[in-house]
């Protein structure tokens, strides 16, 4: 079954990864940095060895953003999201995997999970 593994995080850090500029990352000490880097790296390898990962890409920062929505049967174009929330979607990841537990393991060990979010979303198949 295919999910969208999204990866938010907050946008006064975007450079992607965007982990590796978390202040929380920084504060760490260098070798559990280093150590959370390769484990990032392994689990990239990981899936992309075994064909789940289907596909992934960083997104550009909100400040370049649009949003349009239909008003009075008129497209508006904003800028933005200019959301209440401090965390932007920033990332995705397109897998294929057995299920939802893995879905969910695959998740969780992506280091933006610490420092952030991923959210898991089936996809949704004809």
Do not use: C
């Amino acid at each position: 079954m295919k999910y969208l593994l999204m990866i938010y995080s907050n946008a006064e850090n975007w450079e992607h990864p965007i982990y590796l500029r978390d202040p929380r990352f920084l504060a760490l000490p260098e070798a559990e940095r280093e150590a959370l880097a390769a484990r990032a790296g392994e689990l990239h390898r990981e899936i992309t060895e075994s064909g789940e990962l289907i596909s992934g890409t960083p997104l550009g920062p909100p400040s370049a953003t649009r949003t349009v929505r239909g008003r009075d049967g008129v497209p508006v174009p904003t800028d933005g999201p200019f959301l209440e929330a401090k965390e932007q979607l920033a990332d995705y990841f397109v897998i294929d995997v057995a299920g939802p537990e893995r879905a969910a393991e695959i998740a969780a060990r992506f280091p933006d999970a610490r420092f952030g979010a991923v959210e898991i979303r089936p996809i949704m198949e004809d």
